[in-house]
């Protein structure tokens, strides 16, 4: 659950967000001035996901807050709300790192659109950060610890000549895997080392021409054979076949 730290010294409009934003499934912390919104974001190890600030405020106001989080490399998104608002305060506060300026009197919708937005780009943020942080091996990106024993299997086998039985869910890279498999076992000595790989999509080949697919044919063996085919294992051989959704 995301945490919304909400500020304003109006504390009607401190209720009136916070109703708004639990109904949307946030936890919602409140405080009547920048000072105390300092002691809440200490107090929960700063990781707020979001800050609501309202501009003028008693003791500290939104701008000395802002100062505060840059002061601190704080980095927890901050929209400023504000009754006084104009161009000019705007460009102001977004310099310091506001993320967002609303003026008061505000749509509900748009604050809850506006957060929404706020998060979907935090995601996407820290996606990239995995994917930057992953592991990236033949075309396989992946960071937990259960896909790098895979890789360390699939780097095992690769050396053996030896079937292997892939079993997945459709769509979890089963072929991926087999063309990981292919390329680990391919040699470094040249060319004349190169080793194919051939797919077989099982289901998309009707009963009568399996055997025909795997094994191959002679001209004229049934109709629409113009010329002998040698047959997937053959020339497949000393590589790699892979049979798809052979269950």
Same mark, same amino acid.
């Given at each position: 659950?995301?945490?919304?730290?909400?500020?304003?010294?109006?504390?009607?409009?401190?209720?009136?967000?916070?109703?708004?934003?639990?109904?949307?499934?946030?936890?919602?912390?409140?405080?009547?001035?920048?000072?105390?919104?300092?002691?809440?974001?200490?107090?929960?190890?700063?990781?707020?996901?979001?800050?609501?600030?309202? *501009?003028?405020?008693?003791?500290?106001?939104?701008?000395?807050? *802002?100062?505060?989080?840059?002061?601190?490399?704080?980095?927890?998104?901050?929209?400023?709300?504000?009754?006084?608002?104009?161009?000019?305060?705007?460009? $102001? %506060?977004?310099?310091?790192?506001?993320?967002?300026?609303?003026? $008061?009197? @505000?749509?509900?919708?748009? #604050?809850?659109?506006?957060?929404? $937005?706020?998060?979907?780009?935090?995601? #996407?943020?820290?996606?990239?950060?995995? *994917? =930057?942080?992953?592991?990236?091996?033949?075309? &396989?990106?992946?960071?937990?610890?259960?896909? =790098?024993?895979?890789?360390?299997?699939?780097?095992?086998?690769?050396?053996?000549?030896?079937?292997?039985? &892939?079993?997945?869910?459709?769509?979890?890279?089963?072929?991926? &895997?087999?063309?990981?498999?292919?390329?680990?076992?391919?040699?470094?000595?040249?060319?004349?080392?190169? !080793?194919? @790989?051939?797919?077989?999509?099982?289901?998309?080949?009707?009963?009568?021409?399996?055997?025909?697919?795997?094994?191959?044919?002679?001209?004229? %063996?049934?109709?629409?054979?113009?010329?002998?085919?040698?047959? !997937?294992? !053959?020339?497949?051989?000393?590589? #790699?076949?892979?049979?798809?959704? #052979?269950?």
């Amino acid at each position: 659950m995301q945490t919304i730290l909400v500020i304003d010294d109006e504390k009607n409009m401190c209720e009136v967000l916070k109703i708004l934003l639990e109904n949307e499934g946030y936890r919602v912390l409140t405080s009547d001035n920048g000072a105390e919104a300092i002691k809440v974001i200490e107090a929960e190890n700063f990781s707020l996901d979001l800050i609501i600030t309202d *501009l003028k405020m008693p003791v500290l106001d939104g701008m000395e807050l *802002l100062n505060y989080l840059n002061n601190n490399q704080i980095q927890i998104p901050c929209i400023v709300i504000s009754a006084y608002g104009s161009i000019e305060t705007a460009v $102001k %506060a977004m310099k310091k790192g506001a993320v967002d300026f609303i003026t $008061k009197p @505000f749509n509900k919708n748009i #604050i809850k659109h506006t957060i929404k $937005k706020i998060f979907h780009f935090q995601d #996407i943020q820290q996606e990239n950060q995995m *994917l =930057k942080s992953a592991t990236a091996e033949k075309g &396989i990106i992946y960071q937990s610890q259960v896909m =790098k024993n895979i890789m360390e299997t699939v780097k095992k086998v690769a050396q053996v000549p030896t079937p292997v039985l &892939i079993i997945g869910e459709s769509g979890t890279g089963k072929e991926l &895997i087999a063309r990981a498999i292919h390329s680990f076992s391919q040699s470094e000595e040249g060319e004349e080392s190169f !080793k194919p @790989f051939y797919g077989v999509n099982c289901p998309a080949i009707p009963e009568s021409l399996f055997e025909s697919e795997l094994f191959g044919y002679r001209r004229g %063996a049934f109709s629409g054979a113009s010329e002998d085919f040698s047959g !997937k294992i !053959k020339l497949a051989d000393r590589g #790699i076949l892979f049979l798809d959704e #052979i269950g």
